[in-house]
């Protein structure tokens, strides 16, 4: 069964870190862009970062520039998120997500890909 899992998220203070992780089976992530998005309430589902899946080039939205890190282990075939210095208004559903078609590139924007995760809850509160 192809699928992506995410994992990681939880409920953490203000300033503080997390680590998602996006966990594939039943398909590659060593050759795919990864994307990682969140999904506020009420609110539509953004993209936060992605890797590309050929030189590795990184991107983020300028909400989480300086604050998360994307980085991929392909003996894991696992993409991880590392986010520090965690804000209330970073509360969301965060999902990974890839494509099947190998050639597509890196891209912050949700039409961009078509397999994803069920999603990891991220609460910041104090």
């Known amino acids: 069964q192809v699928q992506l899992v995410e994992s990681g998220g939880g409920l953490v203070q203000p300033g503080g870190s997390l680590r998602l992780s996006c966990a594939a089976s039943?398909?590659?992530?060593?050759?795919?862009?990864i994307g990682w998005f969140r999904q506020a309430p009420g609110k539509e589902r953004e993209g936060v970062s992605c890797i590309s899946r050929s030189d590795g080039s990184l991107y983020y939205a300028d909400s989480v520039k300086g604050r998360f890190t994307i980085t991929r282990d392909n003996a894991k075939n696992t993409v991880y998120l590392q986010m520090n210095n965690l804000k209330p208004e970073d509360t969301a559903v965060y999902y990974c997500a890839t494509n099947f078609n190998v050639r597509l590139g890196c891209s912050l924007a949700k039409s961009g890909y078509d397999l994803w995760g069920q999603g990891t809850q991220v609460t910041v509160s104090s």
């Open positions: 039943g398909i590659s992530l060593d050759y795919r862009a």
